[in-house]
Nanobody, 123 residues
Framework: QVQLVESGGGSVQAGGSLRLSCTAS????????MAWFRQAPGKEREGVAALDSGGSISYADSVTGRFTISQDNAKNTLYLQMNSLKPEDTAMYYC?????????????????WGQGTQVTVSS
């Protein structure tokens, strides 16, 4: 059974940093495309950052230069380092794994999802 468990969310002030973690079980993360998505209240879920099985990385324009995705294969864990946080980064953040075709920041690529971790950034 595949499980993705996120952690590391919390409340910070604007300009602060957080590091999210996603520990995978039931699959080998390095063999999949792995990604972080977020969903703010009243908005659609959007892809934030993704890492494919070949090591290529993609970021949404809104987080480029502030967020960094990485993976520790030995721990089967995906990370999202978030710096210079803004109030508009407030959302539930989800980890996803998949091997489908399509745009790597698109939901259709992903088969497995975590339950999410809340990030709240105050001004």
């Amino acid at each position: 059974q595949v499980q993705l468990v996120e952690s590391g969310g919390g409340s910070v002030q604007a300009g602060g940093s957080l590091r999210l973690s996603c520990t995978a079980s039931g699959l080998t993360a390095s063999s999949y495309s792995m990604a972080w998505f977020r969903q703010a209240p009243g908005k659609e879920r959007e892809g934030v950052a993704a890492l494919d099985s070949g090591g290529s990385i993609s970021y949404a324009d809104s987080v480029t230069g502030r967020f960094t995705i990485s993976q520790d294969n030995a721990k089967n864990t995906l990370y999202l380092q978030m710096n210079s946080l803004k109030p508009e980064d407030t959302a539930m953040y989800y980890c996803a794994a998949g091997g489908g075709l399509g745009w790597i920041l698109g939901e259709e690529m992903y088969d497995y999802w975590g339950q999410g971790t809340q990030v709240t950034v105050s001004s």
